[in-house]
């Protein structure tokens, strides 16, 4: 961890829709609190052609519209207002980039941070510009935003242009799923608690569900969604994090390099799906016209305006091939167009080996249900016994003992994730963000399920909007005796 907080954030995308929604809502609450530097300053860059005050009105507006009013405070938001400086920048021109470099060095006055929210093609030119005035030695540090690349080759060809010029433990790659909350209770579920740890492993785990599921559709992304698709939008990056989180062994510290060694072991370990197996162990689909929410909504062609072969939904069979996880599926699904939006880990424990009480009474194993989105709450799933004399046998009914987290903290306010990961790169803390290798052995793994799909010539499967996925997510998990959670 760096030991002096950074006293100059700059934002490359500042008036983007991320910027807007996110991250300057997220400097926002991170001001309310007093947990900004007191000498901190903040610059915006982008190619929109404004001055100090024209930035200014502009994060105005993005306060007003995505935090609610009773949020915002007029002292605090005059507070961010008067740290906020802007440079317009076009990275494909070098005047524009010494331009905004002076400006930079002019603020600079400790430690940097650069938040690079632009799409991925210009993370090696911007960090070139920087290096190139001196802007990328020790005492700064750079986010890169997802994705980083669309492939193990792009991703490399990226981090090689971006460590030219900043070292590995001075970048920062951005998961905003690390940044949740209930991410964040998953550890410490796991590891503070010794309730559950002894029993966190093949032996008495029978399968693993992770799922994000998105009611939405393409919303204007079109474009860039159809180059990437729901493997490499999703599941390349949230899903493999999860899994991570979920499937490593107990790192020596909660710090960043103990968390990340746990981590790609875990990543290590996945066992290759290749053509050979694409058709079992994978679902990949494409939503069409459909019923969502009691609305018609078109299908993903009529929204792109164009025919496509890109998946909208995509599901895995995945194996840990480690001492821990031996024989254990998980399976991973995301897809958008979904009937609900929701994240969720659903583990199912093996059944008791023997039922003392008889073919008539219902024996279902336990379950454990961690749901990280919209609403965080655990559920554990056990077998009661149903009230009554019992002359015919016992039987059982299953209930839930449930810990609804707004419920049991509803006196603290909700962090969004943007604002654990800002606080964490102001202060030099990288625990929660992805280390190179960890991209780089993730997109391996995805290469080898895309070149799979393209040499078995596995095309997506059309599935209704509002569906939960093709039949083939169906078959995926029933030829192994499971069924979706």
Request: proline fraction near 5%; charged fraction near 25%.
């Amino acid at each position: 961890m760096s030991a002096q907080p950074a006293t100059l954030f700059v934002i490359f995308g500042a008036t983007g829709d991320l910027a807007q929604r996110m991250l300057l809502p997220s400097l926002y609450g991170l001001q309310s609190e007093n947990l900004l530097p007191d000498a901190m300053r903040i610059l915006g860059s982008g190619r929109t052609e404004l001055d100090d005050s024209g930035f200014r009105a502009f994060v105005r507006e993005a306060l007003e519209t995505f935090i609610p009013a009773a949020e915002l405070n007029e002292t605090h938001v005059t507070a961010l207002l008067a740290r906020l400086h802007y440079q317009p920048a076009d990275v494909s021109n070098a005047d524009s980039m010494a331009a905004l470099c002076q400006v930079i060095t002019n603020l600079r006055h400790g430690d940097v941070v650069y938040h690079l929210s632009t799409a991925p093609r210009f993370f090696a030119p911007i960090t070139a510009a920087l290096g190139t005035h001196n802007l990328s030695g020790p005492g700064t540090r750079v986010m890169l935003e997802k994705p980083i690349g669309t492939s193990l080759d792009t991703a490399r060809e990226i981090n090689d242009g971006v460590a030219q010029h900043f070292a590995e433990d001075r970048i920062y790659r951005v998961d905003h799923y690390l940044g949740k909350e209930g991410v964040q209770n998953l550890l410490a579920l796991r590891f503070g608690n010794a309730l559950f740890e002894p029993l966190w492993n093949a032996r008495y785990i029978e399968q693993v569900q992770i799922t994000i599921a998105e009611t939405v559709g393409v919303e204007g992304r079109g474009d860039y969604y159809d180059s990437s698709g729901a493997i490499r939008d999703m599941l390349q990056n949230h899903l493999l994090q999860l899994l991570c989180l979920t499937a490593m062994e107990a790192p020596s510290a909660f710090e960043p390099t103990a968390v990340r060694n746990e981590k790609i072991k875990v990543l290590s370990s996945l066992r290759p799906i290749t053509a050979h197996d694409v058709n079992v162990e994978t679902a990949r689909g494409q939503y069409t016209a459909g019923e969502l929410a009691d609305q018609t909504v078109p299908g993903y062609d009529e929204e792109l305006g164009r025919d496509s072969d890109t998946e909208t939904f995509v599901a895995v069979r995945a194996m840990v091939d480690n001492w821990r996880w031996r024989g254990v599926p998980f399976y991973l699904r995301t897809g958008k167009r979904m009937p609900e939006r929701e994240t969720k880990i659903f583990i199912q424990f093996k059944a008791v080996p023997h039922s003392i009480f008889g073919s008539k009474a219902i024996s279902e194993p336990n379950a454990l249900i961690i749901r990280l989105q919209p609403e965080e709450r655990i559920e554990l799933e056990l077998l009661n016994k149903t009230p009554g004399l019992d002359r015919h046998g016992i039987r059982f009914a299953k209930v839930s003992l449930d810990f609804d987290a707004q419920e049991e903290f509803k006196a603290l306010r909700r962090r969004p994730a943007y604002e654990r990961l800002y606080l964490d790169a102001i202060e030099g803390n990288g625990t929660l963000f992805v280390r190179r290798d960890e991209t780089e052995t993730s997109w391996a793994w995805v290469d080898g399920i895309l070149a799979g799909w393209e040499q078995a010539e596995l095309h997506p499967s059309p599935y209704p909007a509002g569906s939960w996925g093709p039949t083939s997510a169906t078959h995926l998990v029933a030829r192994n005796g499971h069924e979706w959670n």
